[in-house]
């Protein structure tokens, strides 16, 4: 078992370490050594961590993708995660909602506005009526 200091793979705090560099170093500008750090993030939590942790760690690396320029790169993802979140909660929960919302913007840059109208308008609009409310 591999060890980073002083603690095994399995560690939450070995995990979690590792997700607050690399949301910290995307957040200051630094995208590119993010970039490593929350694949092997992502890597780490699919072999030892839930569902939950997984997607958290995909959505992360999708805006570092992203912020890269790695457009493609980072729907492919955000498709992916969208997809598992519905399943999981259903379209009408709170964090699917949101997803939904990451994916039409990862749609917008790379000017898939057909496809982001449709899955706001149809989708997620009346997702969000029927789980916040009309005013929402």
Do not use: W
């Amino acid at each position: 078992c591999k060890t980073y200091v002083g603690r095994p793979d399995t560690d939450g705090f070995r995990s979690a370490s590792m997700a607050t560099l690399g949301a910290a170093l995307c957040e200051n500008e630094r995208p590119e050594e993010a970039h490593p750090v929350l694949e092997a993030s992502l890597a780490l939590k699919r072999r030892y961590f839930s569902d939950k942790s997984i997607l958290g760690a995909q959505s992360s690396l999708a805006n570092c993708l992203s912020i890269l320029g790695r457009h493609d790169e980072a729907l492919v993802l955000q498709r992916k995660i969208y997809a598992r979140v519905v399943a999981k909660l259903g379209a009408s929960d709170v964090s699917t909602i949101l997803s939904g919302n990451n994916l039409a913007i990862s749609m917008k840059k790379l000017r898939l506005y057909d496809e982001a109208t449709a899955l706001l308008c149809d989708q997620l609009l009346p997702a969000a009526r029927q789980s916040l409310g009309p005013d929402s």
